[in-house]
């Protein structure tokens, strides 16, 4: 979706971290989340964040939220080949229907 | 518990024919959304239904497209007439509903592949 804006590709060796940043345009955005899509899969929810808070931390996964800047990063430690996806971010506004809306997906391309 | 279940999950059809693609949420789901993915795309949003109503349709390109859930937990997607345009990924996935959006995100399933010739 347009409102919602991630480079297209990322490519890391095994063992560093990645970062995937993502920018959103929509201030009223409440939620925002992280979701994994492996080929032939459908999307796997990874991660949420509530936009009052700066950061929140589940295992490998650091997701850090500036939203002054409208902008939203998913760290992971330790990278594996097995991480190797399509990362979504998506938003979704306080006001209207509260249907989330994603980005193009960053394709994150792990290398042994 | 079971997951969101789509089918089927690959459907080849002719230009010009009539679809129905079908969505099972998680038991006990009200939220139920259709969205649409092309290749090297994110997913776009087509229909929500919260309980049985459309409650938000806007997504629907044109009205070729319908979709309905009688009963509030099964809903099928239609496509009329389908054109090669309509050859994508359609996903379907369900969530515990609006109120505390956060905390009841959308799970989906793993889609149905239509590839129209």
């Known amino acids: 979706g347009e409102d919602v804006e991630q480079s297209l590709f990322l490519s890391v060796r095994e063992g560093d971290s990645s970062v995937i940043n993502c920018t959103y345009t929509?201030?009223?955005?409440?939620?925002l989340y992280w979701y994994k899509q492996e080929p032939g899969a459908g999307l796997q929810l990874l991660t949420y964040?509530?936009?009052?808070?700066d950061m929140k931390q589940d295992q490998r996964l650091t997701v850090l939220l500036n939203k002054k800047d409208k902008h939203l990063s998913l760290r992971i430690a330790d990278t594996q080949t097995g991480d190797s996806a399509i990362y979504f971010c998506?938003?979704?506004?306080?006001?209207?229907?509260?249907?989330?809306?994603f980005g193009r997906g960053t394709s994150l391309i792990v290398h042994p | 518990g079971a997951g969101v279940s789509q089918t089927p999950s690959n459907k080849v059809t002719e230009k010009g024919k009539y679809v129905e693609l079908r969505c099972d949420p998680i038991s006990g789901h009200t939220a139920l959304y259709w969205y649409r993915q092309s290749l090297g795309q994110g997913p776009e949003f087509l229909i929500y239904?919260?309980?049985?109503?459309?409650?938000?349709d806007s997504g629907l390109p044109n009205d070729r497209f319908f979709a309905v859930r009688p009963e509030g937990s099964v809903s099928t997607l239609k496509i009329q007439r389908t054109e090669r345009g309509d050859s994508a990924v359609y996903l379907c996935a369900s969530s515990l509903g609006v109120q505390g959006a956060g905390n009841s995100p959308l799970h989906f399933g793993n889609g149905t592949r239509l590839t129209v010739t």
């Open positions: 929509d201030s009223s955005s409440t939620y």
């Open positions: 964040i509530f936009s009052n808070m």
């Open positions: 998506a938003e979704r506004a306080s006001g209207g229907s509260y249907i989330p809306t």
């Open positions: 239904f919260q309980g049985t109503g459309a409650a938000d």
